[in-house]
T-cell receptor, first 114, second 114 residues
């Protein structure tokens, strides 16, 4: 158990809908990262927050947005869902943003868009 | 940006044999190289990492080597056991700039045959 929690574990929805994925980092970690894992794309970095502020953006679609709240939990919002958004979404956390900081991954949320 | 290539995509070995997974990276500014193990239904878990000022690092049956000149690094698992069966990901992180996100390889499915 990494100490990172993600809810829900599974999510099934229809195209065009909007969903929210939630992540609670390990106690004491200030940085949260979101990744998308699909069969043909591997692990793709989406976005990073540090202490409530956006720190870096990766391959995140405009239909997707995220935020980190004062209690440091984070939410990833996915809207106008398409079939291709079906994937595993992982959240990871680290103490801060230094180069050598280990990222601890949560168990993931499996999103299925029908 | 950084690009990480990982080979092979699948690897089967007999129990007790060694397994080697290789990765190459493109950006010479990368200075941190973690390896993650992902078991079925779980998030990736860090198993070993290496910094650019070190050529080799060992932890029991696992070792990682880094060749900065050639920009490649490898994971070596000796005396493999069935519980080593999983997907292994290499990653690289660039040291410069405000972002510290990881760029992952595409993964290697390791199967240890009893």
């Amino acid at each position: 158990d990494s100490g990172v929690t993600q809810t829900p574990k599974h999510l099934i929805t229809a195209t065009g809908q909007r969903v929210t994925l939630r992540c609670s980092p390990r106690s004491g970690d200030l940085s949260v990262y979101w990744y998308q894992q699909s069969l043909d794309q591997g692990l793709q970095f989406l976005i990073q927050y540090y202490n409530g502020e956006e720190r870096a953006k990766g391959n995140i679609l405009e239909r997707f947005s995220a935020q980190q709240f004062p209690d440091l939990h984070s939410e990833l919002n996915l809207s106008s869902l398409e079939l291709g958004d079906s994937a595993l979404y992982f959240c990871a956390s680290s103490v801060d943003v230094t180069t050598y900081n280990e990222q601890f991954f949560g168990p993931g949320t499996r999103l299925t868009v029908l | 940006g950084e690009n990480v290539e990982q080979h092979p995509s699948t690897l089967s070995v007999q129990e007790g044999d060694s397994a080697v997974i290789k990765c190459t990276y493109s950006d010479s500014a990368s200075n941190y190289f973690p390896w993650y193990k992902q078991e079925l239904g779980k998030g990736p878990q860090l198993i070993i990492d290496i910094r650019s000022n070190v050529g080799e690092k060992k932890d029991q049956r696992i070792a990682v080597t880094l060749n900065k000149t050639a920009k490649h690094f490898s994971l070596h698992i000796t005396e493999t056991q069935p519980e080593d069966s999983a997907v292994y990901f290499c990653a690289a992180r660039i040291s410069s700039g405000s972002a510290r996100q990881l760029t992952f390889g595409s993964g290697t499915q390791l199967t240890v045959l009893p």
